[in-house]
C-alpha cells in the first residue's frame, strides 16, 4: 500500500503572508522560480510509521474490513482530514503551528519484523507493511521527513499465538524469547532509519512510543464485554477480536499487559544506547515518549462501538493529546513553535 499524505488546506495563504517563514519561498513561486512541489517540499514534513493502533480501523465481517482497510487511510489520532471524524489528530494540531505536509505509512496488522518473516496471506491481502517494509517505503520517499514518530509493536505482544499448550500454562520462557525478538528486530529497523536520517543536510527528529497501557486498556475492554452479556445489540463483533489475537482473551491478558510491560522497557534502554552513539550529533534528535503507555484507556467509551477492540473517535483523540502533548522537546529541537 502507498502512504497517504494531505498538505494543510490553506497552506498558500497562510506562507502568502509577509510575517510567515515561508514567504520568501511563496515570493520564489510567484515568481515562477520554483514550482509547487518544490513550494510544498520546503514545508515541514511529519510521517507516521506504526500499526492498527494508529489508523482508524474497526474489525466488522471480513469483506467490510477488507474495504476499510484498503481505502480508509485517515480518521485516526495522527492524520484525520474528515471533519465529520470530530477527531483532533497530531497533524490538525501541529498544523495550528506551521503549514505541513503529513504522511501514513501505518497499517493493520503490521508487526516488527524478522529478515525471514513473510506476510501471512490475510496481512498481504489487507495491503499490510511490516515495520522493515513501513521505514524502507519512508526511506525511499522523495522527501525525508522532519519528524517521524513510531508506534508499532502491539501485534508482536500476541503471545499465545501458536504457544505449544505448557507455554500457554507456564509462559515466562516465551515472553522473554518474544522480548528479545521484539528489541533485535526494532533495533535493526530503526537503525537503517537513524542512519538515512543523518545523511540529511537539516535537522531530523524521531519519537518513539511505547506500546499503549493494556492494563488500563483492558478495564475498558472488560466494561464493554459486561455492556455485551447484558444487551447483544451491543458491540456486535467483541468476539470477532479472538479470530485475530488469541491473547486477548481473558486468562491470557494478564501476560499481554506483562509483556508490552518489557517490550516498553527494552525500547527505553534501546533509545538510550542510541543516543549514547549520537551524543556528538547535533542534527538527529532520537527519544523515547511513554504517552501513549500511560494515556488512560480504561473507559469503553474509548472503544469502537462495533468492535470493542480499536479506538473509538474519543479515544483517538485521547491517544492524539497524550502524543501531541509530549512533542515539544521535538518541536523545539525543529525549530517549530
Same mark, same amino acid.
Given at each position: ?206 519519537? *518513539?512510543? $511505547? ?10 475492554? =472488560? &466494561? %464493554?464485554?459486561? @455492556?455485551?452479556? !447484558? ?74 462501538? *462495533?468492535? $470493542? ?10 491517544? =492524539? &493529546? %497524550?502524543?501531541? @502533548?509530549?512533542? !515539544? ?9
Amino acid at each position: 500500500m502507498k502512504s497517504t499524505t494531505a498538505v494543510t488546506e490553506d497552506f498558500l495563504d497562510r506562507i502568502s503572508q509577509s510575517t510567515s517563514r515561508f514567504y520568501p519561498d511563496y515570493l520564489a513561486y510567484q515568481r515562477g522560480e520554483i514550482t509547487r512541489r518544490e513550494l510544498m517540499s520546503r514545508l515541514p514534513h511529519i510521517a507516521m510509521i506504526g500499526d492498527s493502533v494508529c489508523t482508524g480501523i474497526h474489525v466488522s465481517t471480513p469483506w467490510a474490513t477488507f474495504w476499510r482497510a484498503r481505502s480508509r487511510r485517515n480518521g485516526d489520532w495522527f492524520l484525520n482530514v474528515d471533519d465529520s471524524a470530530q477527531i483532533q489528530s497530531v497533524s490538525k494540531r501541529l498544523e495550528k503551528l506551521t503549514p505541513l505536509v503529513a504522511s501514513h505509512y501505518g497499517g493493520i496488522g503490521a508487526m516488527i519484523d524478522d529478515d525471514s518473516d513473510r506476510l501471512w496471506l490475510s496481512r498481504r491481502i489487507l495491503g499490510t507493511r511490516n515495520f522493515a517494509g513501513q521505514v524502507d517505503q519512508l526511506i525511499r520517499a522523495t522527501r525525508f521527513p522532519d519528524l517521524v514518530l513510531i508506534s508499532i509493536g502491539h501485534n508482536n505482544v500476541d503471545w499465545a499465538r501458536r504457544s505449544p499448550r505448557d507455554e500457554l500454562e507456564n509462559a515466562e520462557g516465551r515472553l522473554q524469547r518474544q522480548r528479545q525478538e521484539v528489541r533485535k528486530n526494532f533495533e535493526r529497523r530503526l537503525r537503517n532509519l537513524i542512519e538515512h536520517a543523518r545523511k540529511e543536510c537539516r535537522r531530523v527528529a524521531i519519537v *518513539v512510543f $511505547g506500546l499503549v497501557h493494556f492494563g488500563s486498556y483492558f478495564k475498558g475492554r =472488560a &466494561e %464493554a464485554e459486561r @455492556r455485551r452479556a !447484558a444487551d447483544r445489540t451491543l458491540y456486535p463483533h467483541l468476539e470477532t477480536t479472538y479470530k485475530y489475537l488469541i491473547s486477548f482473551r481473558a486468562d491470557y491478558r494478564g501476560n499481554v499487559i506483562c509483556l508490552a510491560e518489557m517490550v516498553n522497557d527494552e525500547l527505553r534502554m534501546m533509545i538510550d544506547e542510541f543516543n549514547r552513539e549520537l551524543e556528538a550529533e547535533d542534527s538527529v534528535q532520537l527519544r523515547y515518549s511513554d504517552a501513549l503507555a500511560t494515556a488512560d484507556l480504561s473507559r469503553a467509551e474509548l472503544l469502537h462501538h *462495533v468492535d $470493542g477492540w480499536h479506538a473509538s473517535a474519543e479515544g483517538h483523540n485521547v491517544l =492524539a &493529546e %497524550a502524543a501531541f @502533548r509530549d512533542l !515539544a522537546p521535538s518541536l523545539e529541537f525543529l525549530g517549530i513553535v
